[in-house]
């Protein structure tokens, strides 16, 4: 059973007001959303994201550099650059050739400067996936 790909790849980048992996499994509330309500751009605001990194049989029982970015959308970091590293190991009961999934969740707290356009990045050494949201201003609820 080939997996059809050589390389890790970068399956999914969500983002969630509330990311959790456990146990290989993604737990996601107020996910896949592309707009940010901010009461005030002085503080910082929650919110995470989730990334599924398909990863081929040859490449389980490797360390594998994984990037995570934010950044406005004149290119200005959010945070340092997020980095770890991702390793799946073969169960088993895996079947030869098969592909496996890990599942990333980071949760946080994060200053936005200014209402507009922010992306966040993930990177592994041969791809990459992104994805934009806006931040809105409103008005503190009554």
Avoid: C
Avoid at 2 to 28: C, H, T
Avoid at 31 to 49: I, M, S
Avoid at 107 to 132: C, M, N
Wanted: zero cysteines; a negative charge.
């Amino acid at each position: 059973m080939a997996s059809g790909f050589e390389q890790p790849d970068i399956d999914f980048l969500i983002l969630g007001d509330r990311v959790e992996a456990v146990n290989g499994k993604l737990y996601m509330m107020g996910g896949a959303w592309d707009r940010l309500n901010v009461v005030d751009f002085n503080q910082p605001v929650p919110f995470g994201f989730a990334v599924g990194i398909l990863i081929p049989w040859n490449d389980a029982n490797e360390a594998l550099p994984l990037t995570i970015t934010i950044s406005g959308e004149d290119g200005e970091k959010i945070t340092p650059d997020l980095q770890t590293t991702v390793s799946v190991g073969r169960p088993p009961n895996a079947v030869k050739g098969q592909s496996f999934r890990a599942v990333i969740a980071v949760q946080g707290t994060w200053k936005l400067p200014k209402p507009g356009t922010y992306v966040v990045r993930a990177s592994l050494t041969d791809g990459r996936k992104e994805v934009r949201f806006y931040a809105v201003p409103i008005a503190h609820p009554q």
